[in-house]
């Protein structure tokens, strides 16, 4: 039951960054899909760095399944994908989906390398 809870509260708090965070920078960037974009690769960014420190059960329940799990947005990015598509919106589209899978792996990759340096 603890597991659930931790999720819980995770998820709500990461949903509310996600919120927050996208509106913020989709609005300081001009275009709502970017402030997605922003939210995937941070997201990526920190689910790399956790899962390099080896984490705790609380750790992973509480901020990777929990947190990241209501933070990222893959949904949203799918449906904002969609709709720049059916808007005849092609390259905006196509640069939205390489941008968000190359910057989040980028991203998770530069996270999961700098977890294992605050490791040591």
């Known amino acids: 039951?603890?597991?659930?809870?931790?999720?819980?509260?995770?998820?709500?708090?990461?949903?509310?960054l996600r919120f927050w965070l996208g509106a913020l920078c989709g609005s300081a960037?001009?275009?709502?899909?970017?402030?997605?974009?922003?939210?995937?690769?941070?997201?990526?960014?920190?689910?790399?760095?956790?899962?390099?420190?080896a984490p705790l059960p609380v750790t992973r329940e509480l901020l990777m399944i929990g947190l990241l799990g209501g933070y990222t947005t893959f949904s949203t990015?799918?449906?904002?994908t969609l709709e720049l598509i059916?808007?005849?919106?092609?390259?905006?589209?196509?640069s939205n989906?390489?941008?968000?899978?190359?910057a989040s792996l980028l991203a998770v990759w530069l996270g999961h390398l700098s977890g294992g340096i605050w490791k040591r």
Do not use: C, D, K, P
């Open 97 to 102: 989906v390489a941008l968000s899978v190359f």
């Open 1 to 16: 039951m603890r597991a659930y809870l931790l999720i819980a509260i995770g998820s709500a708090v990461g949903g509310m």
């Open 86 to 94: 059916r808007e005849g919106r092609w390259a905006t589209a196509g």
């Open 29 to 53: 960037l001009g275009a709502a899909h970017l402030g997605t974009v922003v939210v995937n690769v941070s997201g990526s960014f920190a689910i790399g760095f956790l899962a390099a420190l």
């Open 77 to 80: 990015f799918s449906l904002q």
